[in-house]
C-alpha cells in the first residue's frame, strides 16, 4: 500500500485543465488497485462522494468544470491525504480559472458569484459594506477626529487592517456625515513609495482631510532617499501646525521607535494624537465580520458555522480568549480563510465541509501559500524561493526595524531570482504567485517622472505582512537569505548615495566590497548593482596607491573631533531623551487598548511606559489602571483555585485548589502563613470561625477539617457521606459548624468537632448553607431544588416553598435567609424562598454563571461567570452597578469582606483575586428621610458644615461632613422646595433659592433672613468677595444684588436669552452664563457686555463652571461637556461626549486645586477627570439615581452628590500622585511583565524590573 501511495500522481506540474483530469483519472486507477481493481467505477465514486453519476462523468471528461467542493470531495474518496487536498484544490483553481465563475454559476444556478471576503487584500471604498465588525475601532478613530487637534497617529500591528479601517470604514462614514459637516470635506488618501504622490500632496495647503496610509515606508526609505523622507517629515510637520484641515498619519506601531528618533519634532506637532486600533475583537465582532458580508451578497452560513469559526478564532490565541476576545492581528487569518470557504460553497451555503477542507483559521496561510509554492515544477522552486524572499525587507536589529515586504521593480525581481537564462520561468512564476495572490504587481511614477501622463515603472509586493508573520516557509527562507539581502539593501544605498553625487568615496569599500565579490561570483545580482561592484573594484585597486594624509592634518582632525564629540554627545542626550518619550507615549497607547480585555497585562504596560519617561499620556494610563478596583492578586497555587474566603478581621485570605492544598495568606504582604496540606479530596468550600481562629475546610469526596489559624495543626476531623463534606458554615456565634453534601446536615461543636445532631432532608444533597443572622435558624439547598429550614434549639424544619434551581451551578441565600439565587446558563434567578415565587431573573452575562455571593448587608449580589468576569448587582433594583474582570478562565469562589468593601474571587488560572469596592460605594449616606429629594449642596467655606435642602420642603439641613451626623435643627428657608443652596465665600451668608423662584438671604451671624424681590430663574452665583449675589432674571437679564442688605445693586441687560446658570470668575472681572437655549457666553462682570460666545453645544440648558485658576471655564449639557481658554474663548477639548440621556452629564465641579473636574450623570455615575490631560482618573458608581448636584469639600478630599430619592452621598476622592499610583499597581499584581509579554509589547527589552518585588514576597 506504501508504493501505490508513493506512485499515486500529485496536481504539482499540470499546466492546464486537461493535465489535471489525466492525472485525477490515474488517480482512480491508484485508488483501484489498492482496493483489488481495475478501476473504480463511477457508481462507486458517485456512492463514496455524494455526487450523481452524470455530473461525475461530465467533470471527469471535462465537459462541465468541476465545482472545488466536488473536487475536494473527489481526491478524498481516492485516498488523498486531507493535509494534501489543498493543493488540488489550489491546482485546479489556477488551470480553470477563466471557466470557475461562469461554471459556479451553470451548476448552481442563482447563486451569487460575488465574493463579499477580500483573504489578504485590503478593504477599499467599494467595499464598504463588506466592511463589519470594526465598528468600535471607526468611532475611535472618528472619535479622535472630532477633537481639537489636527493632526492624528493611528497606530496598530501587523495584520491589523489598519488600511481597510481607514479606507472602507472611516471615509465612508466621514462621507456620511458622521461628524458634523464631515460630508462636505474633501478628502485624499496616499501613500509613501517611489514617485511623487506624496510630495506632490503635500505641496499643496491640507483642506479636509489627508490620509497617509503605510507611513512606515518613509520610514525605511534608502539612505539616498534619507533627505526626501526628512523633507517630506518636516512638510507634514508644517502641515498639521497649520491649523488648516486634518492630517491622519497611518502606521505600524512597532516603528514608532523609528519614528522618534528620525522626526522628534512631527511626535511634538502631533502631541497627544495617537490613536491605538483596538487590540481585540469581541465575539460579536467576529461573528459580524462573517455572517455579514455574506448576507450582503445572498449567502448562508450553516446552523453553527459561525459559532464554529469564532471559536477556533478565539482558541487561536491563549492570551485573550478566556476574556472572550481575539487578537485584531487574527483578521487576514480570518478573511483568507473566509475566501477559501467561499470558494468551496454549494447551492449557496457556506458549510462545515467547506471550512474544514480549507483547514481552519490556524492553518489556512500555510497550507494556501504551501500549495501555490508547491504546485511549481522542481526547476522553478529555486526561483520562487529567491523572488519571494526579494520581495521581504529583512529586520534590521541595530536599529530595531522588523522585517516588512517591499516593492521592487520587475526587472530587477527576474534578475534576482534567475541566473539569467531562465526568464521565461521567472516570468511564469510571477504569473502563477499574482494570480494567486501571494504577490499583487502595481505600476509606480517614477522620481525623475513628471506628475502627469507617464508609464511609470511595474513593481511587485507580496499581498500581505501577514505571510511575513504566519507563513512560517517563508520566515525560514528569509531567514536562511538574510545576509545576502541585507547586504543588497545596504548596497542599494550606498548605490544610490553614489549615483546621486558620483563621489569614489560612495563606491563601496572594505566588508561590503569583499562580500560583493563573493556573492557575484555565487549568484546572479541585478545588472545595476554588479557594475557597481565592479566600479568599486576598480577603485580599491586604485586607491591601494595612494598615501596616508599629514600627520599635521591628522591633529588639526584630532582637535576638531573631541570638539563635535562633545556636541553629539550633547545631541546624543537630547535624542534619547525625545526617543525615551516617544516609546513611553507608545506603550501608554497600548496599555489604554488592553485595560479592558487585559487590565493586569494593562497596568503593567502602564508602570513600564511612567518609567520609560513620566509623559501625560503615561500618567493618564497609570491612573487609569490604578483606579481599577483589582488591588491584590494572589498566585501561589499549582493548580485551580476552587474556594476563597477572607478572615473576619480581613487580615487574612484563605484559597483552596483543586489538589486538595488550603493556603492561608496574609493580605498586606502576601506572606504565606500556613499551607494546610490534605489531598484527601479537592477543596470545594472554606469558612473561617467568627474570632478567626479556626479555619473549616470542606472537600468533594474527603472528610471536613478544623484548622487552627494560629499553628497551622489540624483540631479535628469531621466524617461526611460518600460525596464527602463539600459545604461548611460557622454560626454566628462560632459555636456550631455546619456540614453537607450529601442528604444530610450534620450539626458539630465549633471548638472540639463533636457531632451534636444530624437533620435529614429526604433530597439531594445539600450544598448551600446560611445561618440567620441571629444564629437561631439555618437555611440548607441543593440542585434539586429543595430548600430546608431547620430551628436551631429544637431541631424542627420550619416551612419553606419549593424553588426550581434546574441543576444551577451556584446557589446562595442572602443573610437574612429570605432569598435565594441561583445560576441559570448566563442568567441569574433571584427567589423568594417564602413564596417560592422569581423575584427577577438577571440575563446580561457574557457566559455562564459560575460563582454567586451576596454581600453581608445584602446590598449587593455578585456573579461570576466561566469567561472570567465578575458583575455586581444592586439587590434594591437588580440593575448592574460595575463589571470587573481579571481571572483569565472560569471563576469558581467569590466571598465579601465582613465589611463588604473587599471582594475576593478564586478561578482555573492557579490566582485568587481581592477587589476592592471602595469606589463603589459612597464613604457616607446621609439619611434619606432628612435629605431625600435633595438638590442643593453646599459645604461651608471651612469645610465644617455641609448644608443641603429639604425636606420638608422649604427647610435647609446641616451636617458634618466628617462623620454625617446633623448638626442643628433645620432652617426653615420661606420658599417653595429649595432647589439650590450656596454659602458666600466667607462663610457668614446663606442664599437659598426655591421652585417659586423665590431667593432667600440668611445671616448666619444674627439669623435674620432678607429676602430678594422678584421670581428668579434657580441658578445663582457668589462673587469671589461676597459682596454680590447674581441670579438669573426671567428674561434677558442677570440681576446683582447686595448680598449683605438684599438689596438691589444693578440689573445686567443683553442678549441673555433664558439663563439657567450663572458663575463669576474667580478674580471676579468676568461672569459666564448659560442658556435654556443652548448659548454660553463670557461677560465683563461689571457692565455685562458679551466678551466671547462659546458654541458647539447642540442640546439646550448649558452649565457653567470656571476653574479656580481662573484659566478655564468648563461647560456642560446633556450633549457632554467642554473646556474653554477663558482669555482668548478659544475652545481647549471636548471632555466627553453623552451617548444616551441615561449617561448624559447631569453636574460638574473643579477641585479646589483645579486639576481634577468632577462630573456626575443621569446613571448615577461619578466621573473624575485630569484637567491638564483631559482624560478620566476614576469613576465611582453606586449612586442609584441621577446626580443633579456635585461639589468639591475646601479641601479636595471629600464631593458631595445629590439627586433623585436617596438623598446626599459623601464620596473619598481616590486621587494619589503618579508615584504612589505605580507602587499601588506593582503591590496589587505582584508580578512584573514575563518573557513573551516583552517581546509581545515593547521595542526594546533591556530595562530592568519595574515592578521589583518585596522581600517578604520573593
Same mark, same amino acid.
Given at each position: 500500500m506504501a508504493e501505490d501511495a508513493v506512485a499515486a500522481p500529485g496536481p504539482a506540474g499540470s499546466a492546464t485543465e486537461q493535465e489535471l483530469l489525466d492525472r485525477l483519472n490515474r488517480l482512480r486507477v491508484a485508488a483501484a488497485r489498492r482496493h483489488g481493481k481495475a478501476r473504480l467505477s463511477l457508481r462507486d465514486l458517485a456512492t463514496a462522494t455524494g455526487v450523481p453519476r452524470s455530473s461525475l462523468a461530465n467533470y471527469l471528461a471535462g465537459r462541465t468544470v468541476m465545482p472545488l467542493d466536488v473536487l475536494d470531495r473527489v481526491v478524498l474518496a481516492l485516498g488523498v491525504d486531507p493535509a494534501q487536498a489543498g493543493a488540488w484544490a489550489t491546482a485546479w483553481e489556477r488551470v480553470t480559472a477563466d471557466r470557475l465563475p461562469a461554471a459556479a454559476s451553470a451548476v448552481h444556478p442563482g447563486i451569487p458569484d460575488v465574493c463579499p471576503y477580500r483573504g489578504l487584500e485590503a478593504f477599499t471604498a467599494e467595499h464598504a459594506g463588506w466592511f463589519q465588525g470594526r465598528a468600535d475601532a471607526v468611532q475611535r478613530v472618528l472619535a479622535a477626529l472630532a477633537g481639537p487637534r489636527r493632526g492624528l497617529l493611528l497606530l496598530g500591528p501587523s495584520g491589523a487592517g489598519k488600511s481597510s479601517l481607514v479606507a472602507?470604514?472611516?471615509?465612508?462614514?466621514?462621507?456620511?456625515?458622521?461628524?458634523? /459637516?464631515?460630508?462636505?470635506?474633501?478628502?485624499?488618501?496616499?501613500?509613501?513609495?517611489?514617485?511623487?504622490?506624496?510630495?506632490a500632496r503635500l505641496a499643496e495647503p491640507v483642506d479636509g482631510l489627508l490620509v497617509v496610509d503605510q507611513f512606515e515606508e518613509l520610514l525605511t526609505a534608502p539612505d539616498g532617499d534619507r533627505e526626501a523622507a526628512h523633507k517630506v517629515l518636516d512638510r507634514l510637520t508644517a502641515l498639521i501646525g497649520a491649523q488648516s484641515g486634518r492630517v491622519l498619519l497611518v502606521m505600524r506601531d512597532d516603528f514608532y521607535p523609528r519614528l522618534a528618533a528620525l522626526a522628534p519634532e512631527l511626535l511634538d506637532a502631533l502631541g497627544s494624537g495617537l490613536v491605538n486600533v483596538p487590540a481585540t475583537l469581541g465575539v460579536q465582532d467576529l461573528r459580524d465580520i462573517i455572517v455579514e458580508p455574506a448576507a450582503d451578497v445572498g449567502l448562508?452560513?450553516?446552523? #453553527?458555522?459561525?459559532?464554529?469559526?469564532?471559536?477556533?478564532?478565539?482558541?487561536?490565541?491563549?492570551?485573550?480568549?478566556? +476574556?472572550?476576545?481575539?487578537?485584531?492581528?487574527?483578521?487576514?487569518?480570518?478573511?483568507?480563510?473566509?475566501?477559501?470557504?467561499?470558494?468551496?460553497?454549494?447551492?449557496?451555503?457556506?458549510?462545515?465541509?467547506?471550512?474544514?477542507?480549507?483547514?481552519?483559521?490556524a492553518g489556512s496561510v500555510a497550507t494556501w501559500c504551501d500549495a501555490v509554492v508547491d504546485e511549481f515544477p522542481a526547476e522553478q522552486h529555486s526561483i520562487a524561493r529567491r523572488m519571494l524572499t526579494a520581495?521581504?525587507?529583512?529586520?534590521?536589529?541595530?536599529?530595531?526595524?522588523?522585517?516588512?515586504?517591499?516593492?521592487?521593480?520587475?526587472p530587477v525581481l527576474r534578475d534576482l531570482a534567475t541566473d539569467g537564462e531562465a526568464a521565461a520561468d521567472a516570468d511564469a512564476v510571477l504569473a502563477a504567485l499574482t494570480a494567486q495572490r501571494v504577490v499583487t504587481t502595481r505600476t509606480v511614477r517614477a522620481t525623475n517622472q513628471d506628475f502627469e501622463g507617464t508609464d511609470g515603472v511595474a513593481v511587485a509586493e507580496l499581498v500581505h505582512e501577514a505571510l511575513i508573520r504566519d507563513w512560517s516557509r517563508l520566515r525560514e527562507w528569509v531567514g536562511q537569505d538574510h545576509r545576502f539581502q541585507d547586504w543588497l539593501r545596504r548596497t542599494a544605498e550606498q548605490h544610490a548615495r553614489w549615483a546621486a553625487s558620483r563621489d569614489p568615496d560612495d563606491l563601496l569599500s572594505g566588508s561590503l566590497l569583499a562580500d560583493g565579490l563573493d556573492w557575484s561570483a555565487r549568484r546572479r545580482l541585478p545588472a545595476d548593482t554588479a557594475t557597481f561592484v565592479v566600479a568599486s573594484q576598480r577603485r580599491q585597486k586604485a586607491g591601494k596607491r595612494r598615501v596616508r594624509r599629514l600627520t599635521a592634518v591628522l591633529v588639526g582632525l584630532l582637535v576638531a573631533a573631541l570638539v563635535a564629540t562633545n556636541v553629539a554627545f550633547w545631541q546624543r542626550q537630547n535624542a534619547a531623551a525625545s526617543q525615551r518619550v516617544a516609546l513611553s507615549r507608545l506603550i501608554a497607547a497600548t496599555s489604554d487598548s488592553l485595560i479592558g480585555s487585559d487590565p493586569d497585562l494593562a497596568a503593567l504596560l502602564a508602570v513600564r511606559a511612567y518609567r520609560t519617561s513620566p509623559t501625560a499620556e503615561a500618567t493618564h494610563s497609570v491612573y487609569a489602571a490604578a483606579a481599577l478596583p483589582q488591588y491584590r492578586s494572589l498566585t501561589r497555587h499549582g493548580s485551580a483555585v476552587t474556594a476563597v474566603v477572607l478572615s473576619p478581621d480581613g487580615r487574612t485570605v484563605a484559597t483552596g485548589d483543586q489538589d486538595g492544598t488550603v493556603r492561608l495568606t496574609e493580605v498586606a504582604t502576601r506572606r504565606s502563613r500556613h499551607v494546610l496540606a490534605d489531598r484527601t479530596g479537592a477543596v470545594s468550600s472554606i469558612a473561617f470561625s467568627p474570632d478567626g481562629r479556626t479555619v473549616a475546610v470542606g472537600r468533594v469526596g474527603g472528610p471536613a477539617r478544623l484548622w487552627d489559624v494560629a499553628t497551622g495543626l489540624t483540631r479535628a476531623t469531621l466524617p461526611g457521606g460518600p460525596v464527602g463534606t463539600p459545604s461548611v458554615a460557622f454560626s454566628p456565634d462560632g459555636r456550631t459548624l455546619v456540614t453537607g453534601g450529601d442528604d444530610r446536615v450534620r450539626l458539630w461543636d465549633g471548638a472540639t468537632g463533636r457531632l451534636r445532631r444530624v437533620f435529614d432532608r429526604r433530597s439531594e444533597g445539600a450544598f448551600a448553607l446560611r445561618f440567620t443572622p441571629d444564629g437561631r435558624t439555618l437555611v440548607a439547598g441543593g440542585r434539586d431544588g429543595d430548600t430546608s429550614r431547620w430551628d436551631i434549639g429544637t431541631g424542627r424544619p420550619r416551612a419553606v416553598a419549593h424553588v426550581d434551581f434546574e441543576d444551577a451551578a451556584a446557589i446562595v441565600y442572602s443573610p437574612d435567609g429570605r432569598l435565594a439565587a441561583s445560576s441559570a446558563g448566563g442568567s441569574v434567578r433571584v427567589?423568594?424562598?417564602?413564596?417560592g415565587e422569581l423575584r427577577t431573573e438577571t440575563d446580561e452575562h457574557t457566559a455562564e454563571v459560575s460563582a454567586l455571593a451576596f454581600s453581608p448587608d445584602g446590598a449587593a449580589l455578585a456573579a461570576a461567570t466561566t469567561d472570567g468576569f465578575l458583575r455586581l448587582w444592586n439587590t434594591a433594583t437588580w440593575q448592574p452597578r460595575v463589571q470587573l474582570h481579571g481571572h483569565a478562565g472560569i471563576v469558581n469562589s467569590l466571598a465579601f469582606s465582613r465589611d463588604g468593601l473587599t471582594l475576593a474571587s478564586a478561578g482555573d488560572d492557579h490566582t485568587a483575586r481581592l477587589w476592592k469596592l471602595t469606589l463603589l460605594r459612597p464613604r457616607a449616606v446621609l439619611p434619606s428621610r432628612e435629605t431625600a429629594s435633595a438638590h442643593g449642596v453646599s459645604f461651608s467655606p471651612d469645610g465644617s458644615t455641609l448644608a443641603t435642602t429639604g425636606p420638608p420642603e422649604g427647610a435647609v439641613r446641616f451636617w458634618d461632613p466628617a462623620t454625617g451626623r446633623p448638626l442643628a435643627s433645620a432652617l426653615d428657608g420661606r420658599v417653595d422646595e429649595v432647589l439650590r443652596v450656596s454659602f458666600s465665600p466667607d462663610g457668614r451668608m446663606l442664599a437659598l433659592i426655591g421652585l417659586d423662584g423665590g431667593v432667600r438671604l440668611w445671616d448666619s451671624v444674627t439669623g435674620r433672613i432678607a429676602s430678594l424681590r422678584g421670581r428668579f430663574i434657580p441658578e445663582m452665583a457668589f462673587s469671589p468677595d461676597?459682596?454680590?449675589?447674581?441670579?438669573?432674571?426671567?428674561?434677558?437679564?442677570?440681576?446683582?444684588?447686595?448680598?449683605?442688605? /438684599?438689596?438691589?445693586?444693578?440689573?445686567?441687560?443683553?442678549?441673555?436669552?433664558?439663563?439657567?446658570?450663572?458663575?463669576?470668575?474667580?478674580? #471676579?472681572?468676568?461672569? +459666564?452664563? /448659560?442658556?435654556?437655549?443652548?448659548?454660553a457666553t463670557i461677560r465683563d462682570a461689571a457692565t455685562g457686555a458679551e466678551k466671547a460666545v462659546l458654541g458647539g453645544h447642540t442640546a439646550q440648558s448649558v452649565s457653567v463652571v470656571y476653574s479656580p485658576d481662573n484659566r478655564t471655564l468648563a461647560t456642560f449639557n446633556l450633549d457632554g461637556a467642554r473646556l474653554w481658554d477663558v482669555e482668548t474663548g478659544r475652545l481647549r477639548a471636548v471632555l466627553a461626549r453623552s451617548v444616551n440621556l441615561d449617561s448624559a452629564m447631569t453636574s460638574m465641579a473643579f477641585s479646589p486645586d483645579g486639576r481634577t473636574l468632577a462630573t456626575g450623570s443621569g446613571d448615577g455615575t461619578l466621573r473624575l477627570w485630569d484637567v491638564s490631560t483631559t482624560r478620566p482618573r476614576a469613576t465611582l458608581t453606586g449612586a442609584p439615581n441621577s446626580m443633579s448636584t456635585v461639589v468639591f469639600s475646601p479641601d479636595g478630599k471629600t464631593i458631595a452628590t445629590a439627586g433623585g430619592s436617596e438623598g446626599v452621598q459623601l464620596w473619598s476622592v481616590p486621587i494619589p500622585d503618579a508615584a504612589t499610583a505605580v507602587a499601588e499597581i506593582c503591590h496589587a499584581i505582584g508580578r512584573n511583565l514575563t518573557r513573551q509579554e516583552r517581546i509581545t509589547y515593547l521595542p526594546d527589552e533591556s530595562r530592568p524590573d519595574d515592578c521589583p518585588r518585596p522581600s517578604n514576597e520573593r
Open positions: 472602507a470604514g472611516v471615509l465612508p462614514a466621514l462621507a456620511a456625515g458622521g461628524l458634523p /459637516g464631515s460630508d462636505l470635506w474633501p478628502t485624499a488618501l496616499t501613500r509613501p513609495g517611489p514617485g511623487p504622490g506624496l510630495p448562508r452560513c450553516q446552523e #453553527g458555522l459561525a459559532e464554529r469559526i469564532v471559536a477556533d478564532v478565539l482558541a487561536a490565541d491563549t492570551r485573550t480568549a478566556p +476574556a472572550r476576545q481575539a487578537p485584531v492581528t487574527v483578521l487576514p487569518l480570518l478573511e483568507l480563510t473566509l475566501l477559501q470557504v467561499w470558494r468551496r460553497r454549494r447551492d449557496g451555503w457556506l458549510t462545515h465541509e467547506a471550512y474544514q477542507r480549507a483547514g481552519g483559521v520581495l521581504v525587507r529583512p529586520a534590521d536589529d541595530v536599529h530595531h526595524i522588523p522585517a516588512v515586504r517591499q516593492q521592487v521593480p520587475l427567589w423568594d424562598l417564602a413564596s461676597g459682596r454680590t449675589l447674581a441670579v438669573g432674571g426671567r428674561e434677558d437679564a442677570i440681576l446683582l444684588w447686595d448680598s449683605r442688605t /438684599g438689596q438691589a445693586k444693578t440689573t445686567l441687560r443683553g442678549d441673555f436669552g433664558q439663563v439657567v446658570s450663572v458663575a463669576f470668575s474667580p478674580d #471676579g472681572r468676568t461672569m +459666564a452664563t /448659560g442658556s435654556r437655549q443652548g448659548r
